[in-house]
């Protein structure tokens, strides 16, 4: 009886990609490498080839020719979250119009060991560079001590120096949705922010003082919460029971929805007896009811902008622009019923 390997058909080669489109497996390598020696015309007879095939290069053996896996690594501790999500997605569909792969290194608790750890598996498939996506400071101080030579990009929160970072300006986000409830007339704000230990969080938060502070309104401390609308539900049923604040400023998205939830649950009309805001612009915000006046910031632009800054070749981009969230008005906000 014949094995199970020996009835596996065979992968193309580059041979076979060659014979078939009549040329030699050394113009079918220039080809695969990008090479300005090909003619457009070989060029595509050979692409044709590789699709009729269905021809995968062997990223291993390429390696060991060329000294360059074109792989690019992202080191990531909340994929699962919609900034996180976006960005990732955004930064694999930036790497393959280049002609790099992603590999990514997962980390459930931001611990040092767990970072460590997700380093050196990046590390070990010889990635060409690494995007660290955390929302933790201490990962990108680690990072920092541990003083690797590949090159690498983070992402921050508020406007630095750091040339080896993208900075998001979360905080002026979160000005921007204070001063929106304000200038409504809106004198008794409410804030509810995100977990203590995010970068994302804190900046809101501090974004969200400060504004108050500038126009000189009265401030009680932010509650902190856990990115969950189900948070926002019990925190909003917390504050609408004493009905002491017209207006309630969340961290996110989800959180908002809880609090547009608690409202109703009160019989409170959104935004008659309260406004609310948002952060993030998720898909569904427009589509609540109301429909969510949120900070939008546009995490596919921060994912292609990680790839311009971190791939070789792109002089021009070297330093992006910082990202600045845009405020997005919508019906769940509006002027403060007289009492």
Not at 103 to 110: D, M, V
Not at 241 to 263: E, K, P
Request: hydrophobic content about 40%; some cysteine; charged content about 25%.
């Amino acid at each position: 009886m014949a094995s199970t390997r020996a009835q596996q058909p065979r992968s193309p080669s580059i041979r076979d990609v060659a014979r078939v489109a009549g040329v030699s497996h050394q113009t079918v390598s220039r080809v695969l490498n990008n090479s300005d020696a090909i003619r457009a015309e070989t060029r595509d007879r050979v692409l044709a080839a590789m699709e009729q095939l269905q021809y995968r290069p062997n990223r291993a053996a390429r390696a060991l020719v060329t000294s360059r896996t074109r792989t690019i690594g992202v080191l990531t501790a909340q994929r699962s979250h919609y900034g996180p999500a976006v960005t990732m997605q955004s930064i694999e569909d930036a790497a393959v119009s280049r002609g790099y792969s992603v590999t990514t290194a997962n980390i459930a608790e931001p611990t040092d060991t767990a970072v460590r750890d997700g380093l050196g598996h990046l590390l070990d498939q010889d990635v060409e560079g690494i995007v660290v996506i955390a929302p933790q400071q201490r990962v990108f101080d680690l990072i920092e001590e541990l003083g690797i030579r590949t090159p690498y990009v983070t992402m921050r929160s508020s406007v630095g120096e750091d040339p080896t970072a993208l900075w998001v300006d979360q905080m002026e986000g979160a000005r921007l949705a204070t001063a929106h409830l304000l200038d409504l007339g809106h004198e008794y704000v409410r804030h509810i922010a995100g977990p203590q230990d995010w970068i994302e969080a804190d900046a809101r938060m501090q974004g969200f003082l400060r504004e108050m502070s500038d126009r000189d309104m009265p401030v009680v401390p932010p509650i902190l919460g856990d990115w969950t609308a189900d948070f926002g539900y019990h925190a909003g049923r917390e504050l609408l029971r004493w009905r002491d604040c017209t207006a309630i400023f969340c961290s996110n998205d989800a959180m908002a929805l809880g609090v547009v939830h608690a409202a109703r649950s009160y019989g409170l009309d959104v935004p008659g007896d309260l406004s609310v805001v948002g952060y993030d612009d998720i898909p569904e915000a427009k589509h609540f009811w109301p429909p969510l006046t949120t900070v939008q910031v546009d995490f596919a632009e921060l994912g292609r902008r990680c790839v311009d800054l971190l791939l070789p070749g792109d002089d021009e981009l070297l330093r992006p622009i910082d990202i600045v969230p845009q405020l997005v008005v919508r019906g769940s906000t509006g002027a403060p019923r007289k009492r």
